[in-house]
């Protein structure tokens, strides 16, 4: 019998697999409390004639949309849906230009929409048609609703993207710490299906949730891996720290530092 995962790494309270999520969730033993993930979708940015710079620059990218391999929204809520438990959240993140697919798709797998919520990024990307600073997250349930742990915090959350990353699209571990100390509880399942860097698990495992993530890059796989022996080792005071900052620069006060 071949396994649906390549490679799969335990490291503390996180569990890493390396392959396809479609393969991965319905092999997974136990249902998760929260998705908290940052899917892949096909990124165009800059029109005919631009030039861009860091990941976007032309000797980098191509600009055919493919930054990394991506797959179709349709085929992304199912696996997700029954890998959850009865009644959990979902965070899925997505720019502009996928807003209103994205939404359709993961309503049309079942889970319902509360809310959009934005990040901004401070920084800009250049591009013709206005400077972008921002991107969203489709915040959403399925089965009953649970109520977040801070209703006081707003829709808007500002904090910078990690610079110079080995990840094309690495995301804040404060963004991920957001969502996991909103919509789990401590010792909760924190599940991301497009791991990536593992910012979600990182953010997970540093605030008391076990964690679960799926990447299907062998080498973003492997780094994922060192970044989350690096958290544990660091006793996870980089994220801490980064969290404390960000939680106060936008106001929020229900959310203490959990670990
Ligand atoms: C937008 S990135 C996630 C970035 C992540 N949030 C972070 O902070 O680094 C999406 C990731 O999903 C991975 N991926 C693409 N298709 C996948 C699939 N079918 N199953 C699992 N991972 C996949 C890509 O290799 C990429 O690393």
Known sequence: MTSAWVAKEVIGDC?????????????????????????????????????????FHPDRYDNKGDLMQVLPWAKMPAPIFAALKEDADAYVMTNSKHVA??????EAGGFKHHELLTWDKGAVTRQPFYLRCQ????????????????????????????????????????????????????????????????????????????????????????????????AYADGFAQVHAAWDRDRLANNIRGLAHAA
Not at 42 to 48: A, D, E, F, P, Q
Not at 101 to 106: E, G, L, M, V, Y
Not at 199 to 205: E, G, M, N, P, Y
Request: proline share 6%; aromatic share 10%.
């Open 135 to 230: 991107e969203f997250t489709h915040y959403l349930w399925k089965g009953r609703a649970r109520h977040i742990a801070d209703g006081g915090a707003k829709t808007r959350f500002a904090c910078a993207a990690p610079k110079n990353h080995w990840h094309p699209t690495a995301k804040p571990t404060s963004l991920m710490a957001l969502y996991v100390l909103q919509s789990s509880d401590l010792g909760g399942l924190v599940l991301d299906p497009f791991a990536g860097s593992a910012a979600t698990l990182i953010a997970a495992a540093a605030f008391g949730r076990r964690a679960i993530g799926v990447e299907l890059k062998p080498r973003f796989f492997d780094l994922a891996c060192e970044a989350v022996h690096a």
């Open 15 to 55: 569990i890493l697999y390396e392959g396809d999520m479609r393969a991965v969730l319905p092999e997974l033993a136990e249902k998760a409390d929260l998705c908290a993930t940052d899917p892949p979708y096909r990124l165009t940015s800059g029109g005919r004639g631009q030039t861009m710079g860091g990941k």
């Open 101 to 106: 697919r994205s939404q359709i798709a993961f």
